[in-house]
């Protein structure tokens, strides 16, 4: 058996070997950090394609900002709670369905009466609530609440597993006994730096609380913790008085939910300074309120900094330099909404990138090479629109990064092998036969598909034989130049009818 028959034996067997080899390779690959970064950044950019077209937020949501002209008019920060005692007293006039700080008070302010108006303020709203953080401390938490804000008592799971610690920043008890407390705790992915997940519940010690976003739900559905269940890597449920599931949110083992970030333009933003002087002057009654102003009753008002250069910010997909407030309403605008991000299993997008593939690569194996360059490139960049479209339109994630760069990755190598291999051929058949026959035979052969085989080709051609009659007689009788001239004047055209019809010329040669 020749070698070319040998190395055609040889080409089902890699097609079969080769994609399944890949795949072992990848799926451990996939879990490193530059993957995973690679894959994240074809996220970003399904996130800023969106943007464009993003519903605007739900629009109970207003972020109340602690911006540029709140600090020029307060002062800078930490601000006494007196001033957030003033929000809270002139607010009452619009009646919230919610008020939410995206900030901690785990210390007692220098002056008591400042704690004192703020706990004041506080009782006046049954759904208020406070930001707390857990982190490890080296004191465990050992209360049984947060104030008047009890642990979850269904929880499914390792809470080990859980975003938290053993203690953290929680209100002080007059705070805590006065409003609700949720955690804020939303820390970077350690691959890029930006926010992927942030937890719905986090682990305080022993216990398991809600956070900022779910404790805002619970208060607009006047759920209270024995009525909601945790199931760690499944969903976190809602019940009804009658024990019927209500609202079901995905989570993972972790209790996190994957952040679903639609534009931020979309949500309504006031500036907290702003919205003080305006509910300053309006009436006790609350009428005459500016209709070009969000209305702010039955609204959720998430207070947070949103002025550069104070200590709440982070990346994320749509801003490198975001503020957390904002994270915290697009994880309660996606709980309203039911907006949550689905991602695709591994295990089917593996089977289809197996089978395609394979198939590919079976049928594009003696193609041209420039169709067996395009047609790869054609179907990655048809999956490439697949993977936007489903995130656009159905909140659906599929993997882009690992299945597109080894589908081209396979191909190309496929055709660089190729490549190689024809190029020897074609050299060792130049080297061959170059010296012998002429530079159009040489041409055909390595044009051909099949290497020339030892007994050659049987096949009908014709030979042409042309002597000169007499050529010895008369060439002893001319001298060189004019018998140089009388051979051109013969050969030369018969020589350029012969090439013009296809012919091969093997040589010419004296008496014979």
Request: hydrophobic share 45%; proline share 8%; aromatic share 10%.
């Given at each position: 058996?020749?070698?070319?028959?040998?190395?055609?034996?040889?080409?089902?067997?890699?097609?079969?070997?080769?994609?399944?080899?890949?795949?072992?390779?990848?799926?451990?690959?996939?879990?490193?950090?530059?993957?995973?970064?690679?894959?994240?950044?074809?996220?970003?950019?399904?996130?800023?394609?969106?943007?464009?077209?993003?519903?605007?937020?739900?629009?109970?949501?207003?972020?109340?900002?602690?911006?540029?002209?709140?600090?020029?008019?307060?002062?800078?920060?930490?601000?006494?709670?007196d001033i957030h005692a003033a929000l809270l007293q002139v607010a009452k006039k619009r009646e919230p369905a919610v008020v939410a700080f995206d900030l901690f008070f785990p210390e007692e302010s220098q002056d008591p009466d400042h704690d004192l108006a703020f706990q004041q303020m506080l009782e006046l709203y049954p759904n208020a609530v406070?930001?707390?953080?857990?982190?490890?401390?080296?004191?465990?938490?050992?209360?049984?609440?947060?104030?008047?804000?009890?642990?979850?008592?269904?929880?499914?799971?390792?809470?080990?597993?859980?975003?938290?610690?053993?203690?953290?920043?929680?209100?002080?008890?007059?705070?805590?006994?006065?409003?609700?407390?949720?955690?804020?705790?939303?820390?970077?992915?350690?691959?890029?730096?930006?926010?992927?997940?942030?937890?719905?519940?986090?682990?305080?010690?022993?216990?398991?609380?809600?956070?900022?976003?779910l404790q805002i739900l619970m208060r607009l559905e006047n759920v209270t913790p024995d009525r909601v269940e945790v199931e760690l890597g499944e969903a976190i449920r809602f019940y009804d008085e009658n024990g019927k599931v209500t609202r079901e949110i995905p989570t993972n083992l972790k209790g996190?939910?994957?952040?679903?970030?639609?534009?931020?333009?979309?949500?309504?933003?006031?500036?907290?300074?702003?919205?003080?002087?305006?509910?300053?002057?309006?009436?006790?009654?609350?009428?005459?309120?500016?209709?070009?102003?969000?209305?702010?009753?039955?609204?959720?008002?998430?207070?947070?900094?949103?002025?550069?250069?104070?200590?709440?910010?982070?990346?994320?997909?749509?801003?490198?330099?975001?503020?957390?407030?904002?994270?915290?309403?697009?994880?309660?605008?996606?709980?309203?909404?039911?907006?949550?991000?689905?991602?695709?299993?591994?295990?089917?997008?593996?089977?289809?990138?197996?089978?395609?593939?394979?198939?590919?690569?079976?049928?594009?194996?003696?193609?041209?090479?420039?169709?067996?360059?395009?047609?790869?490139?054609?179907?990655?960049?048809?999956?490439?629109?697949?993977?936007?479209?489903?995130?656009?339109?159905?909140?659906?994630?599929?993997?882009?990064?690992?299945?597109?760069?080894?589908?081209?990755?396979?191909?190309?190598?496929?055709?660089?092998?190729?490549?190689?291999?024809?190029?020897?051929?074609?050299?060792?058949?130049?080297?061959?036969?170059?010296?012998?026959?002429?530079?159009?035979?040489?041409?055909?052969?390595?044009?051909?598909?099949?290497?020339?085989?030892?007994?050659?080709?049987?096949?009908?051609?014709?030979?042409?034989?042309?002597?000169?009659?007499?050529?010895?007689?008369?060439?002893?009788?001319?001298?060189?130049?004019?018998?140089?001239?009388?051979?051109?004047?013969?050969?030369?055209?018969?020589?350029?009818?012969?090439?013009?019809?296809?012919?091969?010329?093997?040589?010419?040669?004296?008496?014979?």
């Open positions: 058996m020749s070698r070319s028959s040998t190395r055609k034996s040889r080409q089902p067997i890699l097609i079969a070997v080769m994609p399944v080899v890949m795949l072992f390779l990848l799926f451990p690959f996939r879990q490193t950090k530059i993957a995973r970064q690679l894959e994240n950044v074809t996220l970003d950019w399904r996130f800023e394609a969106r943007a464009q077209s993003d519903p605007p937020a739900d629009e109970r949501i207003l972020v109340v900002g602690i911006g540029e002209d709140s600090l020029e008019r307060f002062g800078r920060w930490p601000w006494n709670r406070t930001g707390a953080v857990a982190e490890a401390q080296a004191e465990p938490y050992t209360r049984d609440s947060i104030g008047k804000t009890g642990p979850f008592s269904r929880v499914t799971g390792d809470i080990e597993s859980l975003v938290g610690g053993p203690n953290g920043l929680v209100p002080i008890d007059p705070v805590a006994q006065a409003a609700w407390t949720g955690f804020v705790n939303s820390d970077p992915s350690e691959v890029d730096g930006m926010r992927w997940f942030t937890p719905l519940v986090v682990r305080l010690g022993d216990s398991v609380y809600p956070s900022l976003a996190e939910i994957r952040l679903n970030y639609r534009s931020f333009d979309g949500f309504t933003v006031a500036d907290y300074s702003q919205l003080v002087v305006a509910l300053n002057e309006l009436p006790d009654s609350g009428e005459g309120w500016p209709a070009d102003y969000p209305p702010i009753t039955d609204q959720v008002l998430i207070v947070g900094q949103t002025a550069v250069g104070l200590s709440d910010f982070g990346s994320t997909p749509l801003l490198p330099n975001t503020p957390l407030v904002l994270v915290q309403a697009t994880v309660l605008n996606s709980l309203l909404k039911g907006d949550y991000l689905e991602s695709v299993s591994p295990v089917p997008i593996m089977v289809f990138w197996l089978a395609l593939t394979w198939i590919t690569l079976a049928l594009l194996r003696n193609a041209p090479v420039t169709i067996g360059v395009s047609v790869p490139i054609l179907l990655a960049g048809l999956y490439v629109v697949a993977g936007f479209y489903l995130f656009t339109n159905s909140n659906i994630r599929i993997p882009l990064f690992l299945p597109t760069a080894s589908f081209l990755g396979l191909h190309m190598a496929a055709v660089t092998a190729r490549l190689y291999r024809e190029n020897r051929m074609k050299s060792r058949i130049k080297g061959m036969f170059g010296t012998y026959v002429s530079p159009e035979v040489v041409h055909e052969m390595v044009s051909a598909e099949d290497p020339p085989r030892l007994g050659g080709e049987e096949c009908e051609i014709t030979a042409l034989f042309s002597d000169i009659q007499g050529f010895s007689t008369f060439s002893e009788e001319l001298d060189a130049p004019k018998l140089v001239q009388l051979l051109n004047e013969y050969l030369g055209p018969l020589t350029d009818i012969l090439t013009y019809n296809g012919g091969t010329l093997d040589k010419y040669i004296g008496d014979a």
